[in-house]
């Protein structure tokens, strides 16, 4: 979706290294979705943020939402060879509408 | 069932043929999402509906994809005349509003 930029396309890192994932819409969220994606399944969700400033964690993963609600992040701390996979962020609109962006793939080497 | 369900997971169609995907949601879910997605892309979204209403069908390709929920819970896209750039997964989410959508397994397509 050009609403949405997801960057980077691909991340190959070190196991044990931190990692971030950014995402950037053109217009302003009503809220924002991450999903990770393992070739050939379905999407798993992540978190989901609403409201502006908003921070989650789950495990290793913490996910923020800026105060402009506009921009998130994605980010992995000591990251493990089950961390890999396409991270997708999803935005909602107004309109109960989803788009995603292109996707950030993941490798991380042992 | 507990999950949305699609099927069918494969479905190989022969250049010309229509195809129809169906998508289980979740019971009681009013939001109903369909995409595309392209080996290596992100999902691309096509139509979404809201019970039985088609609230945005901007992301339907062409005149050829036609998707429908009659009642509010199961929904079906249809292809007629499918074409080699057809071939993709299509995913189908499901959610109460705006909260955590549930994606099924999707359905891979493959136009021979």
């Known amino acids: 979706s050009q609403e949405l930029e997801q960057s980077p396309q691909s991340l190959i890192v070190q196991e044990g290294k931190n990692l971030t994932i950014n995402c950037t819409s053109s217009?302003?969220?009503?809220?924002l979705y991450w999903y990770k994606q393992k070739y050939g399944e379905g999407l798993i969700f992540l978190m989901m943020l609403q409201k502006g400033g908003e921070e989650k964690s789950h495990e290793k993963i913490t996910a923020k939402l800026d105060e402009k609600k506009q921009q998130s992040s994605l980010h992995i701390t000591a990251s493990q060879p089950s961390h890999a996979g396409i991270y997708l962020c999803?935005?909602?609109?107004?309109?109960?509408?989803?788009?995603f962006g292109a996707g950030t793939r993941l490798t991380v080497k042992p | 069932g507990a999950g949305v369900s699609q099927s069918p997971r494969y479905k190989v169609a022969k250049r010309g043929q229509d195809v129809a995907l169906r998508c289980d949601p979740i019971s009681g879910h009013v939001s109903l999402f369909w995409y595309q997605q392209a080996l290596g892309q992100g999902p691309e979204f096509l139509t979404y509906f809201q019970n039985e209403a088609q609230l945005d069908k901007s992301g339907l390709p062409s005149d050829r994809f036609f998707a429908e929920r009659p009642e509010g819970s199961v929904s079906t896209l249809k292809i007629q005349r499918t074409q080699q750039e057809d071939s993709a997964v299509y995913l189908c989410?499901?959610?109460?509003?705006?909260?955590?959508?549930?994606f099924g397994q999707g359905t891979r397509l493959t136009v021979v």
């Open positions: 999803g935005a909602l609109y107004n309109n109960n509408d989803m788009r």
């Open positions: 989410a499901s959610s109460l509003g705006p909260a955590e959508a549930f």
């Open positions: 217009k302003t969220l009503y809220g």
